[in-house]
């Protein structure tokens, strides 16, 4: 008989949170969380239900664990002729650019868009009052992650400890998302540490389809584009989004962070959120004598 190999195997901990009772914590230390960002994960675990907790560090090790489980469920195909690249099919009816299904959520409506003639529909954002948007949460987020692993993203918009940089920290039931989240922002759990006490965006993502699933699954893409919502709370420096695996709908460090919710914080604080791609040229010029 042969040993496992490292890595193949877990040393399993738990928490325990008031509805579910004990959860257990597959992989990471829950101890090294910031008490504050305890609070928000125990109390989306309770409202979620998921089965585990899976403390992300966007290590090497961690990304080649996921696309690995990701290629044997067939939601990755690896291109052979390429290094390290991969193919991802979506569902169909899961796609970017929801502006029907993307809210802001404030107490005060022209704090967040602008006034419009009577009879008028205004394209520059929609609103919904806290209290509208928390009723139609209760018909998306108890049970969302139900029979599904909660992964637990910390991560930071710029260089990690950069006076310049503002942290996260995203919930979501998609692995996929985990790493494509590595990528597009620094997962590490050195987050831990720069964060202390201070501030941090809470991200809240699912993809809507607790186990059982109860609807088709396309390309091996879980969603619920019915009933996709993604929800910005400026003044709780808060997202949730639901029902979308789709770019933008659930990397929650982009638009939603970097873009909506920046804005909002760059008000308060004084300075302005730009959201763009800079394309940095190198030329090098040969002056005659």
């Not at 790493?179 to 964060?195: A, F, Q």
């Not at 770019?247 to 760059?266: E, P, Q, T, V």
Request: glycine residues 8%.
């Amino acid at each position: 008989m042969n040993d496992l190999e490292e890595g193949t195997f877990y040393e399993v901990h738990e928490i325990v949170v008031p509805h579910l009772g004990h959860i257990p914590i597959a992989k990471g230390d829950f101890h090294r969380i910031p008490k504050h960002v305890q609070k928000f994960v125990a109390s989306s675990v309770d409202l979620c239900q998921p089965r585990g907790l899976y403390i992300c560090d966007g290590s090497e090790p961690e990304a080649h664990e996921i696309t690995h489980k990701l290629m044997e469920r067939g939601t990755l195909h690896q291109l052979p002729k390429y290094e390290n690249c991969y193919i991802c099919r979506t569902d169909p009816k899961d796609v970017a650019r929801v502006e029907a299904k993307t809210w802001i959520t404030t107490k005060e409506k022209y704090a967040t868009v602008p006034h419009v003639k009577e009879g008028v529909k205004g394209i520059l954002g929609q609103w919904k009052s806290p209290e509208d948007m928390k009723e139609e949460m209760k018909d998306h987020l108890p049970g969302c992650m139900k029979g599904r692993m909660m992964y637990v993203i910390p991560f930071s918009m710029g260089p990690v400890g950069s006076p310049l940089s503002k942290i996260g920290v995203q919930l979501t039931d998609s692995n996929y998302v985990l790493l494509c989240m590595r990528i597009m922002t620094r997962v590490t759990p050195d987050i831990w540490e720069v964060l202390g006490d201070g501030e941090f965006v809470k991200c809240l993502h699912s993809m809507g389809c607790p186990r059982p699933v109860k609807r088709k699954v396309v390309n091996h893409w879980p969603c619920n584009p019915e009933k996709t919502i993604i929800a910005h709370f400026p003044d709780e420096r808060r997202v949730i989004s639901y029902g979308s695996g789709y770019g933008g709908n659930s990397l929650l460090g982009k638009k939603c962070f970097a873009l909506r919710i920046a804005g909002r914080i760059a008000y308060d604080e004084g300075w302005m959120a730009e959201h763009m791609l800079v394309n940095v040229e190198v030329f090098q010029w040969n002056i005659g004598s």
